[in-house]
């Protein structure tokens, strides 16, 4: 008998014993730390499902959680498809006789499907939103093959969705603002006139600079003296939606550094920006204009003052 309680005592304490060692083998394990780089991968995995090209940090912003899932298709075959689908809504919707006078008015320097400005906004929204939201990388490539094509309508087209993404383009730092800016200025010193050229450096260039006022403000001092006409022109103009955040002293040194052309689009850009300042700043647009009316051209000057008593 006691035999018998001997055994069955010593084969418990034996399966205590491997309870104990099993639980405290779990506890040891569950407390280990995994591999920085085992960790890391997790993570990424987890916050950056797949590995497209756009300046904003993963998770930074709603904008990037949409742009990742556009990564999962092939950013080339992305935009030309965008591209295909665009020339085909824009082709079914053409007018030849509005083409001819659009055309016209433009000197033939370019072809038109002879779609208005309204009408062009509607099909390009609904062309549009057949996609995914693209990406940074997706969307320069997007103005760039739009400004390659023949007819205007897909520069217009290209300038309107770079305005109404504006924020997104120019990200959260320099680096890709600037990457949006070489591609800007390529649009601004191609197929240029002021069409184009206002448009985008009104509405573009302007709320870049706005952005990084020091390091992009530089760039302008730059442009201004460029020897292309149009870079100079889109520097006297950027400010133009300033208003009392216009820097007057670098408007009033830029249109005296140009005073003397004889370019009718930069006498012209002088005389307006001077004009859009006066709306905001009468008294010492003014004052500028009297004291340098010498210097500046008939065209400027007239432009300048017309609404200024």
């Not at 590995?51 to 899932?69: H, I, V, Y």
């Not at 591609?183 to 600079?209: E, R, Y």
């Not at 001092?221 to 939606?241: G, P, S, Y």
């Not at 007057?248 to 830029?254: A, G, I, P, V």
Request: charged letters at 25%; one cysteine or more; proline letters at 2%.
């Amino acid at each position: 008998m006691s035999v018998v309680l001997v055994g069955r005592f010593s084969q418990r304490l034996f399966l205590t014993q491997r309870l104990y060692w099993i639980v405290g083998s779990l506890t040891k394990l569950a407390s280990t730390k995994m591999p920085r780089t085992t960790r890391s991968k997790l993570k990424a995995s987890r916050y950056n499902p797949t590995d497209g090209k756009t300046c904003r940090k993963t998770g930074q912003s709603s904008e990037t959680t949409t742009s990742t899932r556009t990564d999962l298709l092939d950013s080339a075959d992305t935009v030309s498809s965008l591209i295909s689908s665009l020339e085909t809504s824009f082709t079914a919707n053409q007018n030849s006789k509005n083409a001819a006078q659009m055309k016209q008015y433009m000197r033939g320097q370019f072809e038109f499907y002879g779609i208005k400005a309204p009408e062009l906004k509607g099909i390009v929204k609904e062309v549009l939103g057949t996609y995914p939201k693209l990406t940074t990388d997706q969307a320069l490539e997007l103005l760039w093959k739009a400004w390659q094509q023949p007819n205007r309508e897909f520069q217009i087209m290209a300038i309107h969705y770079a305005s109404n993404n504006i924020s997104i383009l120019i990200g959260s730092d320099l680096k890709c603002c600037r990457r949006f800016l070489d591609t800007i200025q390529k649009l601004i010193t191609n197929k240029s006139w002021w069409d184009s050229v206002d448009m985008l450096a009104i509405n573009v260039i302007g709320p870049m600079v706005a952005k990084h006022p020091n390091d992009l403000g530089l760039v302008m001092d730059k442009w201004v003296e460029d020897k292309d006409m149009w870079l100079r022109r889109t520097a006297i103009l950027h400010q133009l939606k300033y208003k009392q955040k216009t820097d007057s002293q670098k408007l009033f040194r830029y249109c005296l550094m140009r005073a003397e052309e004889k370019e009718f689009f930069i006498q012209k850009s002088i005389g307006w920006a001077l004009r859009e300042y006066g709306k905001t700043n009468g008294k010492d647009v003014k004052q500028f204009v009297t004291e340098h009316k010498d210097t500046l051209s008939n065209l400027s000057v007239r432009e300048a003052l017309k609404h200024i008593k």
